[in-house]
């Protein structure tokens, strides 16, 4: 019996993700990825506003995955911008040495330690698949800066803004319900003990919770620029009210009820006001899909009417 072998056609022949010289290009890109990881790590699990980060890399990579075969089909690498990426980024890495050795372990650096990592991550994109493939994955890149921690001086000020209105509004819709409430800065005096309006009482978690999930299902599920930020900004408005109907829950329950049973359901009401913000950012989502396929649906065809043919005529042409 003669033996005969099968060659493989070369389109067929499996390649491998990286050539040789193109992972000696990204094993030092990993390494900064990893950094910048472990360092965002230690700040979700410090902040409480913060403990969802650990889902948005997953997200991100999620989203990369599902448009792999489109960014890895053609190849036009740039290699131009490779080197220059590196020395920004080096510039980043020394100066949030530098901040730490002298101020500290604070939240600044890491917007610094992020911007120079995914810099020369999006550059050994281009270098080894092209610009086209750094669109793909833009948003993606973008994406994981919503779990970077603020700056502590923007993020105090915006978390004592939202705390300021959150106790402005309660002690207007409390003493519309007759019930004597003062207010001293962010803590609410009532006749049961005071209660103080912190940062986790603020609503800046449910307002960032918000805007993740609006970006995400926008991304995943809209088609338009216009829906995209529409969600967002939708979802934020579910957000702060959420936030203000927490507080009145915790406010009426301490007074009719007392303190303690207000702080029996203090975690329980933060979670239930988080769980809707999800649910209604969901059903935004939804809705804005109909409004989409309503407004983008092609126009059903005109169809002719067929006339009658006359028989008589048709004869009398023949």
């Not at 499996?14 to 992972?23: A, N, S, Y």
């Not at 991100?60 to 890895?72: G, P, Q």
């Not at 502590?152 to 959150?166: D, Y």
Request: glycine residues 6%.
């Amino acid at each position: 019996m003669e033996q005969t072998t099968k060659t493989l056609e070369p389109s067929r022949v499996p390649q491998p993700i990286l050539t040789r010289e193109e992972w000696m290009l990204w094993i030092p890109v990993l390494g900064a990825l990893a950094y910048m990881l472990w360092d965002l790590i230690y700040w979700w699990g410090k902040l409480e506003d913060y403990n969802f980060g650990y889902i948005v890399p997953l997200f991100s990579a999620y989203l990369i995955y599902e448009n792999w075969a489109i960014i890895t089909k053609k190849k036009s690498p740039d290699r131009r911008w490779y080197l220059p990426a590196w020395i920004f980024a080096a510039v980043c890495f020394l100066a949030v040495a530098n901040y730490k050795a002298l101020i500290g372990h604070d939240q600044t650096p890491s917007w610094v330690l992020a911007i120079g990592a995914l810099t020369i991550f999006s550059a050994s994109i281009v270098a080894t698949w092209g610009w086209r493939a750094l669109r793909l994955c833009l948003f993606p890149i973008l994406f994981i800066f919503v779990a970077v921690p603020l700056p502590q001086s923007l993020w105090g000020g915006i978390s004592q803004a939202l705390q300021r209105f959150v106790a402005f509004v309660s002690v207007e819709v409390l003493t519309i319900m007759n019930i004597p409430v003062l207010q001293h800065g962010n803590t609410l005096e009532l006749e049961s003990g005071q209660l103080a309006i912190a940062d986790a009482c603020s609503g800046i978690r449910s307002l960032q919770m918000s805007i993740m999930i609006g970006l995400l299902l926008g991304k995943l599920f809209l088609k338009t620029y216009f829906t995209r930020f529409l969600i967002v900004i939708l979802g934020m408005m579910i957000a702060i009210p959420g936030n203000l109907i927490r507080t009145l829950w915790l406010t009426t329950t301490a007074h009719f009820e007392g303190m303690k049973a207000m702080q029996a359901i203090h975690d329980l009401a933060g979670w239930v006001v988080m769980g809707a913000t999800v649910v209604g950012v969901g059903v935004v989502c939804f809705l804005l899909v109909k409004f989409e396929n309503f407004m983008l649906a092609p126009d059903e065809p005109v169809t002719k009417r067929e006339e009658p043919s006359n028989s008589r005529a048709t004869e009398a042409a023949a």
